[in-house]
């Protein structure tokens, strides 16, 4: 349908590794070309400003083990946007600030600069993800809008926003990983949720946040309860949710059973407010079961210890936001990856 905006949850490249273990790109190369900047990253330079620790997380953490699985922001993201963007307050100001003005090309750019954003702060050295989080927050305090008519000034930097957007990718990740495929223990779903504060904390979310699992996901479930609608600026997502787009019968097929594979994992409430609560049960059964197969083809032949040690390289080769380092450096100095 034309001007009916498709959603892009976050994908993130299914990366190849050559014979001495290094992460290449489809051309099989180990370089790759920014082309919002012009710039080339490669694995040499990566040896040449080589990780300074393990970050906030480390070998061993739930963060880790969570998202280095392929569904964690390649399904748990586009969840999280699903989300986001039933709280009419925050739809309302981003379709007057940012979304608006952004087509298909731009939006794609903006989920891949996500998704760089999430490596960077949970796989990438602490340099890195300060860096990376020192350059959102700045994007979200020049996200001011002031009605022409009334003269209400909203900012994206409202408490209740910022926690929402937190809780929705928290829930989103390790939704999305346990339901295809990754076994955690309660414990351990606990720590996740309470590792993820530091990620908050770099970005200033202000508290209360859930401390356990139950607790963020009486959070999610609430929202539905207490002020959740879908607005106008968001139809064309609702849009797109009903009519999976895609290039040919086979492109369609595989959008169709991505999406249902998604929307299996949504609440009730955010099913009814999209107005797809009464999707057959049967397509969102094989949307679930290709989805499944999906993301173990995507993990194929790869260990948790390989996916994280993949995750943890993409940070350092691609981080969000790159970190001048060297003698010749007066300190350390951000500049866009």
Known sequence: ???????????????????????????????????????????????????????????????????????????????????????????????????????????????????????????????????????????????????????????????????????????????????????????????????????AELLHVPGPLPGTWAELDRAIQEKGDRDAALILPAADIALSLRRPGGDGPLRRWIARNTQYGLLALLPEWALRLYGIDRLDDRRIRSGRRWMGRFMRLAARNRTMDRLIADAAEEATVHPYQRIRTGAGAAGRQAQPA
Request: aromatic share 6%.
């Open 1 to 199: 349908m034309a001007g009916t905006r498709q959603l892009s949850p976050i994908l993130l490249p299914l990366r190849q590794h050559d014979r001495m273990g290094r992460t290449t790109g489809k051309s099989g190369t180990t370089a790759s070309t920014h082309a919002e900047q012009g710039t080339e990253v490669t694995i040499a330079s990566m040896l040449d400003s080589p990780r300074q620790d393990d970050g906030y997380f480390g070998p061993g953490s739930a963060t880790w083990k969570v998202i280095a699985h392929p569904a964690a922001l390649n399904v748990g993201g586009g969840v999280a946007v699903l989300l986001q963007v039933l709280d009419p307050g925050e739809m309302r100001h981003l379709s007057r600030t940012t979304i608006a003005a952004e087509g298909g090309a731009a939006a794609e750019s903006r989920f891949k600069r996500t998704g760089a954003y999430l490596i960077t702060v949970n796989f990438g050295d602490r340099a890195h993800a300060d860096a990376a989080a020192a350059h959102v927050d700045r994007l979200h305090e020049r996200s001011v809008h002031t009605d022409p008519e009334t003269g209400v000034v909203t900012k994206a930097k409202t408490d209740e926003w910022m926690r929402w957007t937190h809780n929705t990718f928290v829930w989103g990740a390790l939704t999305a990983a346990v339901a295809y495929g990754l076994e955690l223990t309660p414990e351990e779903r606990d720590r996740f949720v309470a590792e993820q504060h530091r990620c």
